[in-house]
């Protein structure tokens, strides 16, 4: 499996993005696709994930009710809508995905850079 993570920007406080993660290569059908960041200087965070064969997400305490992880099948693509961004959003976003059962995850997209102005 590849990913290509794409849709990071420039955006004032308060604003929206949404950025996403093309999948290709084989079934994602036992799959779990996280959505990751890294800010300046902090370890690397899990923002949110989504199994991808029911559809159920888990986000992180910061970013739950204003973060949205969704996937499209057909298009084995994952999203992450972004809303009411804060300036302490800003971070390089990836994606990545891993066996449901695994502990950790093994393939990364390329990171897509997320600046938040106050």
């Known amino acids: 499996v590849q990913l290509q993570a794409s849709g990071g920007g420039l955006v004032q406080a308060g604003g929206s993005l949404r950025l996403s993660c093309a999948a290709s290569g084989r079934s994602l059908s036992s799959d779990v696709m996280g959505w990751f960041r890294q800010a300046p200087g902090k370890d690397r965070e899990l923002v949110g994930s989504?199994?991808?064969?029911?559809?159920?997400?888990y986000y992180t305490d910061s970013v739950e009710g204003r973060f949205t992880i969704s996937r499209d099948k057909a298009k084995k693509t994952m999203y992450l809508q972004m809303n009411a961004l804060k300036p302490e959003d800003t971070a390089a976003y990836y994606c990545a995905r891993k066996r449901r059962y695994e502990s950790n995850y093994d393939t990364w997209g390329q990171g897509t850079q997320v600046t938040v102005s106050s």
């Open positions: 989504i199994l991808w064969t029911e559809g159920r997400t």
